[in-house]
């Protein structure tokens, strides 16, 4: 984040085979309208640049739920993808209380509901659930049941930390997940890592030609190219992001319409030799201001950024703001793909989406 009365005409034998064949043709035409409900919906052009959102329900007060951000600016999102799935390495699926309220409410929104579903990697190999046949069968049957019991219209895909050596089944997962939904009308996305400047070791598991024929689209995670155990920099430079979107055109022949540009509303707040801190930018501008920090706009990347000092350590921050979210969606509109994707709902300040409402507009 988402389908015996012959006997009462004994002497009228044409009457009965009339009959007969009348309801042949009802039941014929029934069983294809049938089928046609069932049939995937085409993932059609795109009227303007779609905005999807992630979307997590509270982990406390400074990670809140996205639901409030969601009501606010309904009109603005195409498709909302809750993080409520979990892979767990033996291969069941844990839930995290999906909301009725969310769903209902995006029903009468006409926001598509297509839930996030990622694999767990603080429970042993992050990969276990990939690693046999029988498990990735396990997975893709659960899956198709917990779309269904929530009637949603599909899932997100979200594999994470793996080793490149499980490129094959990641996508064999792919594939088993997709034949059980998409025939049921159900739309399935993949996140996928950027490739370019990102080490084998860390993007080589997302076969993105592999993956294009098997989904509806491919979400690029076009950001952490300096990450919270490196060393501080800017999270998703401009340039970096358009050679990651030039690669998944030009190189794996991803067609436009099936991508989507994932831009961040986080922040990384590094202590002076030490991991990032991983906040929201809310916070992060909330910080600033505490501290009487002057953010800085770097030109080469297009990012913001600031320093500061607290408890005695110099700490170096990099966020993904409004200004930081303006150039990305003229990137998206000039390479003419599908749309932007949010990480995560609730924790951008309330300009980010006065962008988005100038720059893409509503849905209608």
């Known amino acids: 984040m988402p389908y015996d009365f012959a006997g009462r005409f004994p002497g009228r034998r044409w009457v009965i085979l009339a009959a007969i064949a009348g309801a042949g043709l009802l039941l014929l035409v029934g069983l294809l309208f049938s089928r046609m409900g069932r049939e995937r919906r085409p993932f059609m052009p795109a009227p303007r640049t779609e905005v999807l959102g992630f979307y997590e329900n ?14 606010k600016n309904a009109e603005l999102i195409d498709i909302v993808s809750p993080f409520w799935f979990s892979v767990e ?42 690693r ?31 080793p490149s050596s499980l490129r094959e089944e990641h996508t064999d997962l792919v594939a088993k997940v997709a034949s059980r939904l998409r025939p049921e009308g159900k739309r399935i996305g993949v ?68 991508i989507y540009l994932a831009v961040g509303s986080y922040a990384y707040d590094w202590p002076q030799g030490g991991t990032a ?41 990099w966020l993904q703001d409004a200004r930081y979210l303006a150039p990305r969606i003229d990137l998206a509109k000039r390479l003419k793909v599908r749309g932007i994707a949010v990480w995560r709902m609730a924790f951008e300040e309330d300009e980010y989406w006065q962008v988005i409402e100038d720059k893409i507009g509503p849905r209608r």
């Open 58 to 71: 509270a982990w406390s007060e400074d990670f809140p739920s996205s639901l409030p951000t969601l009501k």
């Open 89 to 130: 390495p033996d291969g069941k699926v844990m839930t995290r209380d999906p909301s009725r309220e969310m769903i209902a409410f995006a029903g009468q929104k006409d926001i598509e509901v297509l839930a996030l579903v990622n694999n767990l990697k603080d429970r042993g190999d992050p990969g276990g659930s990939l």
């Open 132 to 162: 046999s046949e029988a498990r990735r069968r396990q997975v893709a049957d659960t899956l198709r049941d917990l779309v269904n019991r929530y009637n949603l219209g599909g899932l997100v895909i979200d594999f994470e930390q793996l």
């Open 191 to 258: 996140a996928v890592y950027p490739k370019v400047d990102v080490p084998w070791e860390v993007q080589g598991v997302h076969d993105y030609k592999a993956l294009n024929p098997l989904v509806d689209f491919l979400v690029i995670m076009a950001y952490d190219k300096h990450w919270r155990s490196g060393p501080p920099g800017p999270i998703a430079p401009l340039g970096w992001t358009e050679a990651n979107l030039r690669y998944a055109l030009d190189k794996a022949g991803i067609p436009a319409d099936k």
């Open 277 to 317: 801190e991983y906040i929201p930018t809310r916070e992060a501008l909330a910080r600033a201001e505490k501290y009487r920090a002057k953010v800085e706009w770097d030109k080469e990347s297009r990012m913001s950024n600031f320093t500061y000092w607290r408890n005695g350590v110099k700490r170096e921050v």
